[in-house]
Antibody, heavy 121, light 107 residues
Framework: QVQLVQSGSELKKPGASVKVSCTASGYTFTTCTIIWVRQAPGQGLEWMGWINTNAGNPTYAQGFTGRFVFSLDTSVSTAYLQISSLKDEDTAVYYC??????????????WGQGTLVTVSS | EIVLTQSPATLSLSPGERATLSCRASQSVSNYLAWYQQKPGQAPRLLIYDASNRASGIPARFSGSGSGTDFTLTISSLEPEDFAVYYCQQRSNWQHAFGQGTKLEIK
C-alpha cells in the first residue's frame, strides 16, 4: 500500500535550519511528483510548491523562494524540505503529498502524516 | 495569481441535512479543481478531482459540480464523520493555491 512517512517533530531556534524528510513506499517513486504544504497553527493549507521526482527540478510558490529548498534522494525514495534562517512565523505543520495524474490534471491522493516544526527562542 | 474564495467560512448543520459549500476562482480554472477534507490532527484527504469526479473510496453522498470560476461541493445527507474543514484547490496554472477553507460544524 502507498505510504508517505515524514520525519518527527523539530524544535529549532530562530536563525537555525531544519530538514524534513518524506519517505515513500508502495509505488515507484519517480512516477509521481511530490508537493509540500504548510499549515500554521489554526490556519488553512498553503501550497508551497512541488518537485519533479524524475528530473529533480523544483517549483516554488510565491512566498516560498529563497529560504526553502526541495530536494530528493531517489535511491531511498525520499523527498526533503529544508528551511534555512528560521523565523517564528515558520512554526507550522509541514505536509508532503504525492501528486498523480487523475483525469485532466494531477491531484494529491496520498499524504504524509505531517511534521511539526516549532521555532522558538 | 488565481485566488480561490470559499463560502461560507463556517456552516452549521445537523446530521442528515444537506451541505452546500462554494468555491469561487478569481479567473477561470476550467475544471481543474479539487476538494479536500481535513479533520483535526489529520492530513487532508482527496475527495473530488476535476471538479466532479469522486476519488477512490469516497462515498456517493459527496458530489462536486461547476466549471470556470464557480464550484460547489455537496454532501447530500450529513454523517457524523463529515464534520470537518473542506478546502478547494485549483490545478489550472503552475500555482496550485488552496482556498481558505469552510468549517462544517455540528449545529
Amino acid at each position: 500500500q502507498v505510504q508517505l512517512v515524514q520525519s518527527g517533530s523539530e524544535l529549532k531556534k530562530p536563525g537555525a535550519s531544519v530538514k524534513v524528510s518524506c519517505t515513500a513506499s508502495g509505488y515507484t517513486f519517480t512516477t509521481c511528483t511530490i508537493i509540500w504544504v504548510r499549515q500554521a497553527p489554526g490556519q488553512g493549507l498553503e501550497w508551497m510548491g512541488w518537485i519533479n521526482t524524475n528530473a529533480g527540478n523544483p517549483t516554488y510558490a510565491q512566498g516560498f523562494t529563497g529560504r526553502f529548498v526541495f530536494s530528493l534522494d531517489t535511491s531511498v525514495s525520499t523527498a526533503y524540505l529544508q528551511i534555512s534562517s528560521l523565523k517564528d512565523e515558520d512554526t507550522a505543520v509541514y505536509y508532503c503529498a504525492r501528486s498523480k495524474i487523475y483525469g485532466s490534471g494531477t491531484y494529491s491522493d496520498y499524504w504524509g502524516q505531517g511534521t511539526l516544526v516549532t521555532v522558538s527562542s | 495569481e488565481i485566488v480561490l474564495t470559499q463560502s461560507p467560512a463556517t456552516l452549521s448543520l445537523s446530521p442528515g441535512e444537506r451541505a452546500t459549500l462554494s468555491c469561487r476562482a478569481s479567473q477561470s480554472v476550467s475544471n481543474y479543481l479539487a476538494w479536500y477534507q481535513q479533520k483535526p490532527g489529520q492530513a487532508p484527504r482527496l475527495l473530488i478531482y476535476d471538479a466532479s469526479n469522486r476519488a477512490s473510496g469516497i462515498p456517493a453522498r459527496f458530489s462536486g459540480s461547476g466549471s470556470g470560476t464557480d464550484f460547489t461541493l455537496t454532501i447530500s445527507s450529513l454523517e457524523p464523520e463529515d464534520f470537518a474543514v473542506y478546502y478547494c484547490q485549483q490545478r489550472s496554472n503552475w500555482q496550485h493555491a488552496f482556498g481558505q477553507g469552510t468549517k462544517l460544524e455540528i449545529k
